[in-house]
């Protein structure tokens, strides 16, 4: 129903700065609860940040919090996810998924629970 297109991966060192784009289209991004996960080689995809679809409220991995932020673009039907201060450990595929919403617990840090996914784009930290 709706397609995710992600950009603005790169190379950066370490400390640097990079945003993430999820283009959207098909249907509004504010119609989704929207999560940004990561995958390193031979590593499970994992949790990022959310952004809730209804109110906006936002949530973070631990491993980011303070250093990413996750927002969304209405009129441009786009997330993104700023990323600083950024770490070797932070390189890997991004992808932007997008969830129906639920209400109970924090079921938005599980991949499962998202049915559509981007491309992926790479980000790579230098140390």
């Known amino acids: 129903q709706v397609q995710l297109s992600e950009s603005g991966g790169g190379l950066v060192q370490a400390g640097g700065s990079l945003r993430l784009s999820c283009a959207a289209s098909?249907?509004?991004?504010?119609?989704?609860?929207m999560g940004w996960f990561r995958q390193a080689p031979g590593k499970e995809r994992e949790f990022v940040a959310r952004?809730?679809?209804?109110?906006?409220?936002?949530d973070y991995a631990d491993s980011v919090k303070g250093r990413f932020t996750i927002s969304r673009d209405n009129i441009k039907n786009t997330v993104y996810l700023q990323m600083n201060i950024l770490k070797p450990e932070d390189a890997a595929v991004y992808y932007c998924?997008?969830?129906?919403?639920?209400?109970?617990?924090?079921?938005?840090?599980?991949?499962?629970?998202?049915?559509?996914w981007g491309q992926g784009t790479q980000v790579t930290v230098s140390s």
């Open positions: 998924a997008a969830a129906h919403p639920y209400y109970v617990g924090s079921w938005y840090r599980n991949r499962y629970m998202y049915h559509t």
């Open positions: 098909g249907r509004p991004v504010s119609s989704y609860t």
């Open positions: 952004i809730n679809w209804s109110d906006g409220n936002t």
